[in-house]
């Protein structure tokens, strides 16, 4: 299998799992296993068009956001999404400090995967017969920018489903609702993580394949886009259920090749 179609296999699972529910990190680690590891200048570039994707999905949104601010909702949204990305990168900067880093290991990313499977069964389950609910209120800020710092530092976990379930185990049951502010707030959190990376390797680019970080970019960012679309249509009338059973799986299957030296 050549470099190029190695490289166009991650940005595809970049753009794929960067926003659904399923954890990207996960699905990365797995798929450098197999296709060669890559620089942490690459993931940047891949996790980088995965951004530009939903800013260029939300940028309407956003514009009415950071420019009517004469109107009370808007003004009130958007504290509340500054809110949950403060706790998210105060949380993030205390784990820096303390020197975490992510486990590298197959098998704690599968039980993670096997784990939030059942807790989004658990949670549909549970929310199943709630009231439709849209309003984020400061409990929803909250608990989004909480749970969105703890998937950060829990492999597996995945970013979106963390912020998306907190938010309607807070109360915003309406999918849609929840989902748009879990991606609104993951946009500056992800560029704050995406440049801090940046910045930390911004002197290991001399023998970087520049080549390969812009078909990674363009990738990653046609397929977000594509895979966020979709997503933004499914949960008008689904719920997540399908998410679950496939990141069961997933976690399954992952335990069963590390178990038999596929996979480490």
Request: aromatic share 12%.
């Amino acid at each position: 299998m050549t470099d190029t179609l190695n490289t166009i296999i991650l940005g595809i699972v970049e753009g794929v799992t960067e926003f659904l529910p399923v954890s990207s990190t996960g699905h990365l680690l797995v798929a450098e296993q197999w296709l060669g590891a890559r620089t942490d200048l690459f993931n940047v570039a891949i996790q980088a068009g995965a951004i530009l994707a939903i800013v260029l999905i939300y940028w309407k949104r956003l514009v009415t956001l950071l420019t009517r601010w004469d109107q009370p909702a808007n003004r009130d949204y958007l504290l509340k999404l500054v809110v949950a990305f403060v706790i998210t990168g105060v949380g993030g900067l205390a784990a820096e400090k303390l020197g975490f880093k992510l486990p590298q290991a197959v098998v704690p990313i599968a039980i993670a995967f096997f784990v939030g499977g059942v807790l989004i069964l658990v949670i549909e389950h549970y929310l199943a017969n709630k009231p439709p609910a849209t309003e984020i209120t400061w409990n929803v800020a909250f608990w989004v920018g909480v749970c969105q710092f703890l998937a950060g530092v829990l492999p597996g976990t995945s970013r979106s489903a963390a912020t998306i379930f907190a938010a309607m185990l807070a109360g915003v049951t309406v999918r849609a609702a929840a989902t748009e502010f879990a991606f609104l707030v993951g946009i500056p959190t992800m560029f704050a993580a995406t440049g801090y990376l940046y910045w930390k390797v911004r002197h290991e680019t001399g023998n970087e394949d520049w080549n390969a970080l812009a078909v990674g970019f363009v990738v990653s960012g046609v397929v977000a886009f594509i895979a966020v679309k979709w997503l933004l249509r499914y949960v008008q009338s689904h719920r997540f259920t399908w998410f679950a059973w496939y990141r069961i799986a997933f976690g399954a299957a992952l335990l069963a090749m590390a178990h038999a030296g596929m996979v480490h």
